[in-house]
């Protein structure tokens, strides 16, 4: 299968309209969320499908979550290395594409095209014959799901985003050398950061300064809230006016980062993958 260069920064930007909205409900209180309403709607809406035959020979028809990160995809085999590297293939469905519990096996979701306005890229960890296995950005946290390889463009993100808790630090990698370094704040005792292996979801931009003119959603939830600002508890990077905080535990789960920090963070592809590490 022929591979393309990773998606630019461009390509990542998020539809004019819906960026503020969802943006500052991700925003508010430094920790994930998403837009409340019409947004929310969108992005969450479930899919047909024929999950085969009945009684009498006709089909069934059941619903099946789209895999965004207002949804939580029941049955999604969990990810089953959480601090595995790979190769740095990243895949984007052209339309809506089923997303099985494994290979020719049941539908469990719908991956959409889109995620928040921008395209879906999504990491892929596994690989068996033409099916990938890939991250999803739904709840449960670690889902994974499979997708047929075909009808799907494909790139390689030559980045890696590390975390670590334990230090209240975040390294951003390219091609396993190190770019930079930088102090952030984490999760608190109460709401902390979710470990695990997740990846860059969204880019989502704004005109105002404060908190963080870009926020950037990762495909992880918080583990203590269900729902954060109207949302659905979305973990993100993003930065934070205040530079006191970095080096604490003082977020709702979301990494607050420097600003030069953001600003290389915002040049990474969609789809890289991200380690927190505890």
Known sequence: MATNNPPRLSRRAVTAGLVPAVAAALLLGGCGGSSPGTAAAKEGGAAADQNGPGEGGRARAAKVPEATTYTTVKGAPEDASPGGATDGLVVHPAGSVPVLDRPDGRRIAT???????GPTWVPVVETSGDWRR???PSRPNRATGWISGTGVRTARTPYTIRVDLAER???LLRSAREVGRWKVAIGGAETPTPTGRTFLMA???RDEKAPSPI???LGTHSATLDTFGGGPGTVALHGWPDASVFGRAVTHGCVRVPDAALKALARVPLGSLVFIDG
């Open 169 to 171: 630090r975040l390294t």
């Open 111 to 117: 991956l959409p095209a889109k995620q928040l306005g």
């Open 215 to 217: 926020v950037l959603p």
């Open 203 to 205: 880019t989502l931009t």
């Open 134 to 136: 890939v991250l999803l």
